[in-house]
């Protein structure tokens, strides 16, 4: 998140992780996912 204030305990950072992971083979979509409600 550009704006610190408006993300919530670090969802969009825990997101860009996973997402990053998953450009070097990592498989994060079929797995359970972290709870972000």
Known sequence: E???????R???AALICDL???LFGRRVLDRQTR???
């Not at 550009?2 to 919530?8: A, G, I, R, V, Y």
């Open 2 to 8: 550009l704006n610190p204030f408006l993300d919530e």
């Open 10 to 12: 670090g969802r969009t």
């Open 20 to 22: 990053t992971a998953s």
């Open 35 to 37: 709870s972000f409600a």
